[in-house]
T-cell receptor, first 113, second 116 residues
Framework: KQEVTQIPAALSVPEGENLVLNCSFT??????LQWFRQDPGKGLTSLLL?????REQTSGRLNASLDKSSGRSTLYIAASQPGDSATYLC????????????FGRGTQLTVWP | DGGITQSPKYLFRKEGQNVTLSCEQN?????MYWYRQDPGQGLRLIYY???????QKGDIAEGYSVSREKKESFPLTVTSAQKNPTAFYLC???????????????FGPGTRLTVL
């Protein structure tokens, strides 16, 4: 069974810092990995999706990397802002016929002014 | 606007009652999913469906039931057999096709269920 772990569970930083969120998974036979953002009491918003054949994806101040062989991914947030405060969830997809995802517990990020 | 809607936003259930959570999507997606989220936990898959009139159990299906009579709708019933139903329930959908390896799941806003 695929296990997904996220470290740290919570992170509190001042505005402007660059930060790294970590995700590890036990089974490297994945099809893709996604990073999601969740605001309190809300649904999930997809931030980045990395295919298994890719090493990284970038969107604005966000950069996600994938090392499939070691079972690790990192989400890099540059120049953090208070609006980045949210929970960030990592999810991996296995299987060729259905987009079933396995989620980590998330990293709760607080960026203070 | 395309998207996924869930209703109600908040739901209260008395012990012994069955309740049904609604999920509708107008994205023309084939696959739909139901997840449960507890505080400080990741999402756990309850049921999923690839096609109309077909669905499979996820990791925590006991005490839940679903139907998929229409492509755009995937309601979840929380039965009285579910002993600890208080949680946040999220519905999602995704496309299944030639680009299956790049599809992303789109999530609804969620329903918070509380047992009184």
């Amino acid at each position: 069974k695929q296990e997904v772990t996220q470290i740290p569970a919570a992170l509190s930083v001042p505005e402007g810092e660059n930060l790294v969120l970590n995700c590890s998974f036990t089974d490297s036979a994945i099809y893709n990995l996604q990073w999601f953002r969740q605001d309190p009491g809300k649904g999930l918003t997809s931030l980045l999706l990395i295919q298994s054949s890719q090493r990284e994806q970038t969107s604005g101040r966000l950069n996600a990397s994938l090392d499939k062989s070691s079972g690790r991914s990192t989400l890099y947030i540059a120049a953090s802002q208070p609006g980045d405060s949210a929970t960030y969830l990592c999810a991996v997809r296995k299987g060729s016929t259905l987009g079933r995802l396995y989620f980590g517990r998330g990293t709760q990020l607080t960026v203070w002014p | 606007d395309g998207g996924i809607t869930q209703s109600p936003k908040y739901l209260f259930r008395k012990e012994g009652q069955n309740v049904t959570l609604s999920c509708e999507q107008n994205l023309n997606h084939d696959a739909m999913y139901w997840y449960r989220q507890d505080p400080g936990q990741g999402l756990r898959l309850i049921y999923y469906s690839q096609i109309v009139n077909d669905f499979q159990k996820g990791d925590i299906a006991e005490g839940y039931s679903v139907s998929r009579e229409k492509k755009e709708s995937f309601p979840l019933t929380v039965t009285s057999a579910q002993k600890n139903p208080t949680a946040f329930y999220l519905c999602a959908s995704s496309a299944l096709g030639l680009a299956w390896d790049t599809d992303t799941q789109y999530f609804g806003p969620g329903t918070r269920l509380t047992v009184l």
